[in-house]
């Protein structure tokens, strides 16, 4: 199914809804089915609301960094590059996931100012 329009809460086309859910509106989305020839409209609704602190020092697994790697380290350029990791030339640094960056032992060289 293909996310054609996402509408936010407020905006025309949404009216109907804010008066059926009201503020545990979020979105208003339509969505098409070409395999069976079909448009489905769905809401999005808050339906619960707590407390939540986020996690200190967390860093996503997929999050992209940038690592320092020195030009005469060849090998670690390699091991790099082999995981995926891309060079970019105006910055200095090889771009990977964190995750990655981790696994290859190299996560003591991202460069966090970045």
Known sequence: MDIQ???AA???GTKKYLREYGDRLVCVRYKYDKAKGKKFKTVEIVVSEEPWTPRRGYVPMNKNVYVRVLAHEKHLQHLVRSAGGAWLPDKLRWRLPYGTARSLGVAE?????D
């Open 10 to 12: 407020g905006a025309p």
């Open 109 to 113: 060289r991202i460069d966090w100012a």
């Open 5 to 7: 329009r996402q509408i």
